[in-house]
């Protein structure tokens, strides 16, 4: 599932983002660069409210019926902080609990081979890439150059950061975040619930809620200094 070519200004359909931090700003860049669809409202935490490139920012889930009953159909969940996947899931069922669409959002810069595919609601960042015959999972985040190479399956929920590189042939689980410029070699698979740290090389299969770090990667202990 991929976004649709771009359409003229005036063809694209409304949509809110979730979300008023750093990732969300970053969302909401890539959706004006490729003018599928036109931010009306983002959406932020608790008293959180404001403007941002003239986009409102609004709280309160109330404001979230509103916006559908306003005839806004399509949703966002712009929070990609680490360690915030069960409120992105508790988002997501609630969007799809009032009836939004949940599209991906594809950078242009991005590049997306033909035949790889990209699960409802995933951010695909500026300069990401992924391959032929790859398959990113819903929700999932591919930051900013991060690359997803041939025949590997990302799961849903799970977050590259900027520079991670996923080899060909890997198989990451849901729910896993896999750190700045980190690398999966060929043919790894990673477990659901896996961190990875920022810049390890993962040379090895890796069990699920597991925390990892270091080139060559090894498990560490959860709190560790």
Partial sequence: MTMS???????ALPMIVLGAGGHARSVVDSIQRAADYRVVAMVGAGSEEGS??????LSGDECLVR?????????????GYLGEGALRRKLVGQLLGLGFELPPVVDPTAILAEDASVGAGAFLGKRAVVNVGACIGAQCIINTAAVVEHDSTIGEFSHLAP??????GCRIGADSFIGAHATIIHSVSVGRGCTV???????????????????PAHAIETGSA
């Fill in 5 to 11: 070519p771009n359409p003229s200004i005036g063809e």
């Fill in 52 to 57: 941002y490139r003239g986009i409102p920012i």
């Fill in 67 to 79: 916006l559908k009953e306003r005839g806004v159909s399509a949703a966002h969940v712009g929070i």
């Fill in 163 to 168: 520079g991670a590189v996923v080899c060909g």
């Fill in 197 to 215: 740290g920022a810049g390890s090389v993962v040379l090895d299969d890796v069990r699920p809620e597991t925390t990892i770090a270091g080139v």
